[in-house]
């Protein structure tokens, strides 16, 4: 097979005598795009059902299934512009022409996501929440697939990988915390017709202003960084075919099956997440008993996990290798984030108010999310590792396509997590306009009991898919070798540089 027919060598500017390195400021700007993705994951994990629920009137039902028939789209869309963008041809590359498309039409309709018409029958207001999330989540793919397969074509190296992929999570938690910690702080807080600041509408129109700014300018920041790579980035070769050929290559590229367990196991922990991450807000609010300020703290303890996280990630690629570690870390982040719910279930754990109860869970989430970051980052390092035993089979390289899979498992954690809890909290008939400190002890009760073990056995699942997921460092090692005898070295730059900055 001539790979080189597939894949071409884009000639780098005679400005230029060798590849600029890796090095960490390359992953720092490389990372910083991941801001958009995290403030508006975290944006609709934690604030969308509580402000088109509790402030907005929704039911928290409809705002489920809203999310669920957006994700079903998602399900056609991102593979699509996955697709499109490894097979796109320009000066600027495979990847940048859609990462720059994106910046200004995602700011844009974030910001109409969260100054939602106050005056519409809810008829109106859900077709309007249902068109601005399919609108949102379409245009920060068309950015975040692209971005993100930029990972597999930077460098082929086994532990590089793990370091640019450790770089870009940790600036999505990062973003998503931090503008939560400011929308707690600043944006949500009690007036005199708000008694409890998260009902606050005033504050979820402010937190739109300032998120969907920083989401763009964040964008084109990361865009600009990584421009200088474009040269020796790969090149997809001429190739004819219509819509039947861009379907098969598609069904041969999904059809790895190192790739298929990856995917089922990332929709299995992001449906968990999903829930866990959206009924947080529920649970703290009215389980815990928390006020916004105490809320604040709590997100700096995200804060701090998703940096130690990020920190811990790489040495464990190296030192255990990437699925032994993703294994281990997501037991034990089980273990810590259920602790606390089974004690007070069993009424072993301080009362609502006592001094004693934020710090804990202060402690015991900033531990569990620590390894959940971690674990997240190992995996998605595990996806890029996929790119060269696809492109053996194949003879395509599939980043954008493998990636769309995983920016859908993203997705999962909204999409389903809203749905999910959703379903959650009329089934606990959990009631509209909550007062803390109102809800009665046995739907709370009812409402642990529900969510608790679905979240366990979608995180179990996951485990036991990633346990039997085949590429080692040895495999991976291997998959280089293999395609470096069959004469695709030249026609794979990123290979040449993977050491750079290690």
């Known amino acids: 097979m001539n790979l080189r027919a597939n894949f071409d060598r884009s000639a780098p500017s005679p ?73 796109w041809r320009s000066t600027w590359g495979r990847r940048h022409p859609f990462m720059y498309v994106a910046a200004v039409p995602a ?71 931090s503008m939560a910690f400011v929308t707690f702080i600043v944006f949500l807080r009690p007036d005199s017709d708000h008694p409890v600041g998260q009902l606050n509408p005033d504050g979820y129109a402010n937190y739109g202003v300032v998120a969907s700014v920083i989401m763009c300018v964040a964008i084109f920041v990361s865009a600009a960084g990584t421009q200088r790579q474009i040269p020796w980035l790969q090149q997809p070769g001429r190739k004819a075919g219509g819509l039947v050929a861009a379907l098969r290559e598609m069904a041969g590229s999904f059809s790895n099956r190192a790739f298929l367990v990856l995917l089922a196991a990332g929709v299995c922990s992001a449906m968990a997440a999903g829930i866990q991450i959206t009924l947080s807000t529920y649970f703290n609010t009215y389980f815990w008993g928390f006020n916004s300020d105490q809320l604040s703290v709590l997100m700096l303890g995200v804060l701090v996990a ?141 409402l642990a009991l529900a969510a608790l073990p679905i979240q366990a056995t979608l995180y179990l699942l996951s485990i036991g898919l990633i346990a039997v997921f085949p590429i080692t460092r040895a495999a991976h090692e291997a998959n280089l070798a293999r395609l470096a005898s069959r004469g695709s070295a030249a026609a794979r730059p990123a290979s040449q540089q993977s050491s750079h900055g290690n």
């Open 107 to 177: 700011g844009l309709t974030y910001f109409l996501l969260w100054n939602a018409p106050s005056n519409w029958s809810h008829a109106a207001l859900a077709t309007y929440l249902l068109v601005t999330i399919i609108v949102v989540r379409s245009f920060l793919a068309l950015y975040e697939i692209p971005s993100s397969a930029l990972a597999a074509e930077l460098s082929d190296d086994y532990d590089v990988r793990t370091s640019l992929l450790s770089y870009r999570t940790f600036f999505a938690w990062f973003g998503g915390v």
């Open 306 to 446: 998703s940096i130690l996280g990020a920190v811990a990630a790489p040495r464990l690629s190296r030192r255990f290798g990437k699925k032994r570690s993703a294994i281990a870390l997501w037991l034990l982040s089980i273990v810590f984030y259920y602790c606390p719910f089974v004690l007070r279930l069993s009424d072993s754990f301080p009362a609502n108010g006592s001094p004693l109860l934020l710090p804990i869970l202060l402690v015991t989430i900033t531990i569990s999310l620590t390894l959940i970051v971690s674990s997240s980052i190992l995996t998605a390092s595990m996806l890029a590792d996929v790119s060269e035993e696809s492109e053996l089979s194949t003879g395509r390289r599939s980043e954008g396509l493998f990636f769309s899979a995983n920016t859908f498992a993203q997705k999962c954690v909204s999409g389903v997590g809203l749905f999910a809890s959703g379903m959650v909290l009329t089934l606990v008939h959990f009631p509209e306009g909550a007062v803390p400190g109102q809800v009665s002890e046995e739907v709370l009760r009812d």
């Open 15 to 87: 400005m230029v005598v060798s590849r600029p390195p890796i090095n960490p400021v390359t992953r720092l700007l490389y990372g910083v795009g991941s801001l958009a993705f995290g403030i508006k994951d975290n944006g609709f994990n934690v604030l969308l059902l509580l402000y088109y629920n509790q402030v907005m009137g929704l039911s928290a039902q409809l705002v489920g299934a809203i999310a669920m028939v957006a994700l079903l789209l998602d399900a056609f869309i991102d593979p699509i512009i996955g697709h499109v963008s490894d097979r």
